[in-house]
């Protein structure tokens, strides 16, 4: 569940990729308004722009990635189909968006759902340009319902495979993360959903990227949504097929309950996750919320630089 209450709480770039050596990654230097849950990043042209859970699906802009200006949600009043799908989910609230070019549109998947139920759908908007804002509704992607579904329709990722083919990842708790191929036409599901992680306490927030000779698949684990007593982890697993077996540094399989820690809470910086992978030139960076203890558990936007290793493990060190 990538955020989960209005109680608690009021980035694409395409790309392909614990702890290994001394020296901590470069956490950028962010400033302005960072308030955000489960952002996702994407850069238009010289303009950044993150996408985040919140009442109608909040959103940021910067020119350079650290300095972060607010802007308008992006709807001002509930589709007409959300509740058919969440008939009790909170008001105009919209859940764990994820932005991505794909083609010549811009697509945001994104969800509505009822907290701690499965009761859920992905939705998708998508617009010829961010700057422009043209945006269009296409409609419901995926759903979920409880008592009947063992998946929930929740936390969508768009990946492209090295064939240049778009599959979405999805899942939060129940019966974990899953992945589902798309027509690139409709950019809705083309054929039955797969399991591909499952962890008993907790697994949700997929982000699937490719680098080299695999897909990295990146999980948020644990619970959110407490503030600074949330114990959020992002972890990690690799295959060789988009559509896994995902194992961790250790071998064992995320099916499993696998899943090597890439970073957990410190002293400030409480329960990181709702992430998102992605890649700038040759570069990576780690984007996602961690709860503030210093400004009140506040869920606020951090993004470091990502490396992979000599094995080809991702890291937060180099």
Same mark, same amino acid.
Request: proline share 5%.
């Given at each position: 569940?990538? &955020?989960?209450?209005?109680?608690?709480?009021?980035?694409? *770039?395409?790309?392909?990729?614990?702890?290994?050596?001394?020296?901590? @990654?470069?956490?950028? @230097?962010? /400033?302005?308004?960072?308030?955000?849950?489960?952002?996702?990043?994407?850069?238009?042209?010289?303009?950044?722009?993150?996408?985040? %859970?919140?009442?109608? *699906?909040?959103?940021?802009?910067?020119?350079?990635? +650290?300095?972060? %200006?607010?802007?308008?949600?992006?709807?001002?009043?509930?589709?007409?189909?959300?509740?058919?799908?969440?008939?009790?989910?909170?008001?105009?609230?919209?859940?764990?968006?994820?932005?991505?070019?794909?083609?010549?549109?811009?697509?945001?998947?994104?969800?509505?759902?009822? &907290?701690?139920?499965?009761?859920?759908?992905?939705? *998708?908007?998508?617009?010829?340009?961010?700057?422009?804002?043209?945006?269009?509704?296409?409609?419901?992607?995926?759903?979920?319902?409880?008592? /009947?579904?063992?998946?929930?329709?929740?936390?969508?990722?768009?990946?492209?495979?090295?064939?240049? +083919?778009?599959?979405?990842?999805?899942?939060?708790? &129940?019966?974990?993360?899953?992945?589902?191929?798309?027509?690139?036409? %409709?950019?809705?599901? @083309?054929?039955?959903?797969?399991?591909?992680?499952?962890?008993?306490?907790?697994?949700?927030?997929? %982000?699937?990227?490719?680098?080299?000779?695999?897909?990295?698949?990146?999980?948020?684990?644990?619970?959110?949504?407490?503030?600074?007593?949330?114990?959020?982890?992002?972890?990690?697993?690799? @295959? /060789?097929?988009?559509?896994?077996?995902?194992?961790?540094?250790?071998?064992?399989?995320?099916?499993?309950?696998?899943?090597?820690?890439?970073?957990?809470?410190?002293?400030?910086?409480?329960?990181?996750?709702?992430?998102?992978?992605?890649?700038?030139?040759?570069?990576?960076?780690?984007?996602?919320?961690?709860?503030?203890?210093?400004?009140?558990?506040?869920?606020?936007?951090?993004?470091?630089? *990502?490396? &992979?290793?000599?094995?080809?493990?991702?890291?937060?060190? +180099?």
């Amino acid at each position: 569940m990538k &955020f989960r209450s209005r109680l608690v709480f009021a980035l694409s *770039l395409l790309g392909a990729s614990c702890l290994a050596g001394t020296a901590r @990654a470069d956490e950028w @230097a962010l /400033t302005g308004s960072l308030i955000a849950h489960d952002p996702s990043l994407i850069k238009e042209g010289n303009s950044w722009w993150c996408f985040y %859970t919140g009442a109608g *699906l909040p959103s940021k802009t910067s020119p350079d990635g +650290r300095a972060w %200006t607010l802007r308008a949600p992006l709807f001002s009043k509930e589709l007409s189909w959300w509740r058919t799908y969440a008939p009790h989910m909170g008001k105009v609230d919209v859940w764990a968006p994820d932005i991505h070019q794909f083609g010549s549109r811009y697509w945001l998947y994104y969800c509505v759902s009822e &907290f701690g139920e499965n009761n859920s759908a992905i939705g *998708l908007m998508s617009c010829s340009s961010l700057a422009l804002g043209d945006w269009r509704d296409d409609g419901m992607v995926i759903s979920s319902k409880s008592g /009947t579904d063992t998946y929930n329709a929740l936390d969508p990722d768009l990946t492209v495979d090295c064939d240049g +083919r778009p599959w979405l990842s999805f899942g939060s708790w &129940f019966s974990g993360i899953y992945i589902v191929p798309l027509d690139p036409s %409709t950019m809705k599901p @083309a054929g039955a959903p797969r399991n591909i992680a499952y962890r008993e306490h907790g697994i949700e927030g997929s %982000t699937i990227v490719h680098r080299g000779a695999y897909y990295y698949l990146f999980t948020s684990i644990d619970r959110c949504c407490q503030g600074a007593a949330s114990t959020y982890k992002i972890s990690f697993g690799r @295959a /060789t097929n988009i559509t896994g077996p995902y194992v961790d540094e250790s071998g064992v399989d995320m099916m499993n309950g696998g899943g090597t820690i890439l970073e957990q809470g410190g002293p400030r910086w409480k329960g990181p996750g709702g992430q998102d992978v992605k890649q700038i030139g040759s570069s990576w960076v780690l984007v996602r919320h961690a709860y503030d203890a210093e400004n009140q558990g506040s869920p606020t936007l951090r993004i470091a630089d *990502l490396y &992979f290793d000599a094995k080809g493990w991702p890291t937060l060190t +180099r």
